[in-house]
């Protein structure tokens, strides 16, 4: 194979190339340019500094003539002007020459018929080392013959100056669909880059008829597949990590007509309190070949302290999807049988399960709700509720509209159950059991949850199975979890209302959508 060149992005004189080195040699490069200590456990640890978690309002998308009327404009999708990003793209690869720089070339997406190739040029061997975990990696034959669909470039060595490049940090991230290409600087936080290559896929698959979804997903040893859909806390990686089913993966997928896949070659996990009781997947995952960031460690020892958040609440580790024992490597299943909303709600409303028609599917995918309880942050007295738009607001290019009608397509061509699980609370106070909500997950996804007696919730519309087995069947309706019944309608009135008030933002969904959801009187 010839030596790599980057002179065609601008890259000159640089003091060494590598390209897609192994795990163990990029982590012998990180020691050696101290970009990070080993832990007892092999893995490479490093401090992110400023950025210890994605950088929202620097995230920028290139506002070109090609694009311009695709992307939905707003306070997620921030335009810059492409002036602004050619005099930012010239000053990075002008600082990254006289410099080593490591390449990685992988994939994204599981299914080769929609897979995409990515060029992730980096300034920090660790960097490099994190994102050959987390894209699929290729073999030799494709390495030799490896095509170029998007470039990354991560230099967070590199700060901008925001009076004169127009962004409004040091930080920045420029997504250039027209160009393909990726600019990261000012941020060592490895998510950016990860999330770069979904925002990419969430521009590119919908225009090949593909489905991309912020999920986990699973399957059955009759080849049943399952989405899970779910904001931080309701439980989307813990639910689709069932002993009886495989994981397919465990953030971002596909869904094509025949097939749903897994974007991705690795995890990216939350350290934060981890424990190998608690989650003994990733717990065990954090070895050698792992990148941890953010997590405090005895000097002497080299032990984690995962309870320790002085360097980052949202500590994290990323490692390769081999590491976990039950595992789907090919990432690649059937068409789901099975859609699962997850949501935590703090009001003690929301049923525990409760099926969903056509039109409420796309009014609760695309609201992306849950909330927080009382106490659990500074300054939160009462339930807030949390809308993220189809579950990945800060990823999504183009209007939630089209995300919607492809998730409704879907679930017609498959014939696909879809459930809301609350994994929250009820009127008792307490947070519903997990051994409960599995047992209520396990019976949708073998089918026999659909031979229960339903009925129709008042205030939310959905429809509402009486009985689970594994389950209490007082926990099954709402309403019979409060001793007070005004207070429980008061409260789902107060949720619904939050749900009308949040959903008229989308001024593209159809009428039968919007009828779809909660009623506020």
Partial sequence: MSKLSLEYLGIINPTEIYRNLTPAQLTEHALRRGEGTLSNTGALVVKTGKYTGRSANDKFIVDTPAVHDEIAWGKVNRPITKEKYDAIYNKVVAYLQNREIFVFDGFAGADEKYMKGFRIVNELASQNMFIHQLLRRPTKEQLDNFNVDFTIIAAPGFKCIPEIDGTRSEAAILVNYEEKMVVICGSQYAGEIKKSVFSVMNYVLPKMGVFPMHCSANIGKDGDSAVFFGLSGTGKTTLSADPNRQLIGDDEHGWADDSVFNFEGGCYAKCINLSAEKEPDIYNAIKFGALVENV???????????????????????????????????????????????????????????????????????????????????????????????????????????????????????????????????????????????????????????????????????????????????????????????????????????????????????????????KAE
């Fill in 296 to 518: 405090v460690i005895d000097p002497e020892t080299r032990e984690f302290d995962f309870d320790d958040a002085s360097l980052a609440e949202n500590s994290r580790v990323g490692y390769p999807v081999e590491y976990i024992n039950n595992a789907k490597l090919d990432g690649v299943g059937g068409t789901p049988k099975t859609v699962i909303f997850l949501t935590a709600d703090a009001y003690g409303v929301l049923p525990p399960i409760s099926k969903l028609d056509k039109n409420q599917a796309m009014y609760y995918f695309v609201s992306g709700f849950t909330s927080k309880l009382a106490g659990t942050e500074i300054g939160i007295t009462s339930p807030v509720p949390t809308f993220s738009t189809c579950f990945g607001e800060p990823f999504l290019p183009l209007d939630p509209s089209v995300y919607a009608a492809m998730l409704a397509d879907k679930i017609e061509k498959s014939g696909a159950n879809v459930y809301l699980v609350n994994t929250g609370w009820n009127g008792t106070g307490k947070r519903m059991k997990l051994s409960y909500t599995r047992a209520m997950v396990t019976a949708a996804l073998n089918g026999s949850l659909e031979n229960a007696q339903f009925e129709t919730d008042p205030f939310f519309g959905v429809s509402v199975p009486t009985t689970c087995e594994g389950v209490p069947s007082e926990l099954m309706i709402p309403a019979n979890t409060w001793e007070d019944k005004e207070a429980y309608a008061a409260k789902a009135k107060e949720l619904a209302k939050s749900f009308v008030e949040n959903f008229k933002k989308y001024t593209h969904m159809s009428e039968e959508v919007v009828a779809a959801g909660p």
